[in-house]
């Protein structure tokens, strides 16, 4: 099989790759057993590694990661094909049309004074297309079960707020975190692990909770935290290594001064070294 031509377009070249990636008749073997099930962790994957590149500020490496799940749409799109579902062009029409009828104050009639009020009807238009599509019976059932467990919580928090299930303040929400906090306590005392993880988890449900309420995406916030957690520890690492000495030559002291050490350092604009 020869190269598809680079006088095409590029996005046109693509799916001409991909569909002799795809071809019986001298294919590649491993892209020729997928199906969409098998490429889905990779999607996930790529959708990752766009993030993690935006994260550490790598623009030069989110061109390159943004062609990598660009290629994950083209791949599913191929597959689909193949089976006669729908193709990319459909794919792009879709998404044309979604973008057009969700924004009403650009493309119609309608307008818009600021992004909040904007939010609010995009979640009503979404509601009335979930009505028509009659995806489900409940109002939650179209959010995904494989979205990551703090970025789902938020959804279903969201999704239950737009018929009024939701505390009306943060504050509130304030106040359940003490709650469950303090069952927590109480799980611990009566040495029920089960009962430990379970009021853990409600904990951190009320917490990713009050993240949505002061407009928080909690799971890019825990990213954050990971990231400074790493570079904070990999303080620790360093200075034990720069007096030759390893974690066991250290206490729980030592590393904690040299925590709060690396976290002054942040607050004076200086990383850590």
């Not at 990661?65 to 006669?84: K, N, P, T, Y």
């Not at 019976?137 to 179209?142: G, R």
């Not at 904070?232 to 000495?245: K, N, P, T, V, Y």
Request: glycine content about 4%; overall charge negative; aromatic content about 6%.
């Amino acid at each position: 099989m020869s190269v598809p031509s680079e006088n095409a377009a590029p996005i046109e070249r693509l799916r001409a790759i991909m569909a002799q990636l795809r071809n019986p008749d001298g294919g590649c073997p491993w892209d020729l057993e997928q199906d969409f099930r098998s490429i889905a962790p990779y999607t996930i994957e790529e959708a990752y590694e766009v993030a993690d590149a935006i994260e550490r500020d790598r623009y030069d490496e989110l061109k390159d990661e943004l062609g990598d799940l660009l290629l994950q749409v083209i791949f599913h799109s191929r597959m689909a094909e193949e089976q006669d579902l729908f193709d990319f062009d459909d794919v792009v029409r879709s998404i044309n049309d979604k973008m057009i009828r969700r924004h009403p104050h650009v493309f119609g009639g309608a307008s818009t004074r600021d992004a909040d009020t904007q939010t609010v009807e995009w979640e009503a238009i979404k509601a009335a297309e979930r009505k028509a599509s009659d995806k489900g019976e409940s109002l939650l059932d179209d959010v995904p079960v494989a979205l990551p467990a703090v970025k789902r919580a938020q959804k279903l928090q969201k999704r239950a707020a737009t018929v009024g299930f939701d505390w009306p303040t943060a504050e509130r929400v304030l106040e359940k975190v003490d709650e469950e906090l303090a069952e927590v306590r109480e799980a611990m005392a009566a040495g029920d692990p089960e009962a430990v993880a379970e009021e853990i988890g409600d904990l951190v449900f009320v917490c990713t909770n009050l993240g949505r309420k002061m407009k928080v995406d909690v799971e890019a916030a825990t990213r954050s935290a990971n990231a400074k957690f790493e570079r904070r520890f990999r303080h620790i690492e360093d200075a034990l290594a720069s007096s030759g000495r390893k974690f066991e030559d250290s206490s729980l002291e030592e590393m904690e001064a040299l925590w709060t050490e690396a976290k002054t350092l942040e607050k004076a604009g200086r990383a850590p070294v």
